[in-house]
């Protein structure tokens, strides 16, 4: 089996951090590893999240054994960071890896917290994490962020964010737009620093999207260690992300977890 490393942080409700993670490589069939970053705890009936972090000798052990594995891990995909901190230790241990191909999902905005990250992170994901990842996923705010294009309320204004985006030195760039873009119509912009391919689906409104954004980057990572080729593997995560969403979990009116194994659900029906 294909082995991939996920580095993220945990989400006591379940729904995004390592746990989608973990679920999205067992769908794929991949055999999947974690290095946590960070807790995150959501408050009971309410959306409030708190954000704990490690200690870093903590997050160093965990890379260490990880990357000791025999076989190797054949992908990397990052999730959340949490501070600038945990993200200079994994910056450290990616240059020692160069050869293993790298997912990052800038997680810079948690939808459920209102949490935007400071310009510090911003500037290092921007000079030191980019670059040394094959593919960045960032949805739209994460995109306007990284960016620096304020709204981005077009497609036109998508591919412009993710020609910036490119030009940190990342391979491939994904902008997740999500059902923030107005129409009936959820728009991804991949990008490979020549040529685009928009990806075009109905908006799901049901609210069962927390952990599309870790799912969708895990299903890349998944189908890049299964050989795909990069366009296919966004193609298929896309597919995948939207019957998780279709067969969601509920946990509060109009807002609940998406089902990874919506796949097999569907062939049930
Ligand atoms: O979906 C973004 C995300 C990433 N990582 C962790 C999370 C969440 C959302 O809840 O908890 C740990």
């Known amino acids: 089996m294909k082995k991939v490393l996920t580095i993220a942080g945990s989400d006591s409700l379940s729904g995004g951090g390592l746990q989608a993670d973990l679920r999205t490589f067992e769908e794929y069939q991949v055999t999947g590893l974690n290095v946590l970053t960070c807790i995150v705890t959501v408050e009971a009936n309410t959306d409030k999240v708190t954000v704990t972090e490690l200690p870093l000798s903590l997050l160093e052990t965990q ?3 990880c990357f000791n594995e ?12 949490a501070n600038i901190e945990t993200a200079k230790v994994v910056v450290k241990a990616l240059k020692k890896h160069r050869e293993i191909p790298v997912v990052l999902d800038p997680v810079l905005a948690l939808k459920e917290s209102g949490l935007t990250s400071s ?9 030191e994490l980019m670059p040394l990842a094959d593919i960045t996923t960032p949805n739209l705010k994460e995109a306007e962020l990284l960016s620096g294009l304020g709204k981005l309320d077009s497609l036109e ?3 412009e964010a993710a020609q910036l985006i490119h030009k940190t030195g990342v391979k491939h760039v994904v902008i997740k737009g999500g059902q923030r873009l107005e129409g009936r119509l959820a728009y991804d912009v991949f990008y490979d620093g ?10 799901l409104l049901n609210g069962y999207n927390n ?3 870790c799912t969708f980057a895990s299903a890349i990572a998944s ?3 299964l050989g795909y080729h ?6 298929k995560a896309k597919a995948f992300v939207y019957e998780g969403i279709e067969y969601g979990i509920p946990f509060l009116p109009g807002l609940g977890n998406v089902f990874q194994g919506g796949k097999s659900k569907r062939d049930q029906d």
């Open 211 to 213: 952990g599309a954004g």
């Open 119 to 127: 310009q510090d992170i911003i500037d290092f994901f921007k000079t």
């Open 223 to 225: 189908g890049m260690a």
């Open 230 to 235: 990069l366009e296919t593997a966004v193609r």
């Open 70 to 81: 025999v076989p190797a891990i054949d992908v990397i995909k990052i999730g959340m960071l």
């Open 194 to 203: 020549q040529n685009y391919m928009i990806l075009e689906e109905d908006k």
């Open 63 to 65: 890379l260490e054994e």
């Open 157 to 159: 204004k998508m591919k």
